[in-house]
Nanobody, 121 residues
Framework: QVQLVESGGGLVQAGGSLRLSCAPSGSIFNANAMGWYRQAPGRQRELVAG???????NYADSVKGRCTISRDNDKNTVYLQISGLKPEDTAVYYCNAKIWTLPSMSLNVYWGQGTQVTVSS
C-alpha cells in the first residue's frame, strides 16, 4: 500500500516562511509528476505548484515569486518552500503524485493526508 507522507506544516506569522516535504512509503519504482494543492475552508482545492520528473515547474499566480517547488528524485521526495506568507495562504496543503508502483508497474495517482498551514496576521 503506497502512501504519501507529508511534513512541515504549522503556525507562522505573516511574512514568515515554511518548507513542506512529501515522500512516498511502500513499494514504488519511482515518482512521475508531483505537486502541491491547498484547500482553504469553504473553498475548492486548488493547485499551488507542480513539478515534472524532468524538473519543469508551474505555479499558481497567487504564489509566483514566493514559492519554490523542488524534488529529490533519488528519494522521490517533493518539497514546497513558501516565503512571504500571507493570511490568505492559510489552508490544508496536500501532496499529489503520480507513482509507478511495484510489482505491477502501474501508474497511479496518490494524495497525502494533508498538512495544516496557518498564517497569523
Amino acid at each position: 500500500q503506497v502512501q504519501l507522507v507529508e511534513s512541515g506544516g504549522g503556525l507562522v506569522q505573516a511574512g514568515g516562511s515554511l518548507r513542506l516535504s512529501c515522500a512516498p512509503s511502500g513499494s514504488i519504482f519511482n515518482a512521475n509528476a508531483m505537486g502541491w494543492y491547498r484547500q482553504a475552508p469553504g473553498r475548492q482545492r486548488e493547485l499551488v505548484a507542480g513539478i515534472t520528473s524532468g524538473g519543469t515547474t508551474n505555479y499558481a499566480d497567487s504564489v509566483k515569486g514566493r514559492c519554490t517547488i523542488s524534488r529529490d528524485n533519488d528519494k522521490n521526495t517533493v518539497y514546497l518552500q513558501i516565503s512571504g506568507l500571507k493570511p490568505e495562504d492559510t489552508a490544508v496543503y496536500y501532496c499529489n503524485a503520480k507513482i509507478w508502483t511495484l510489482p505491477s508497474m502501474s501508474l497511479n495517482v496518490y494524495w497525502g493526508q494533508g498538512t495544516q498551514v496557518t498564517v497569523s496576521s
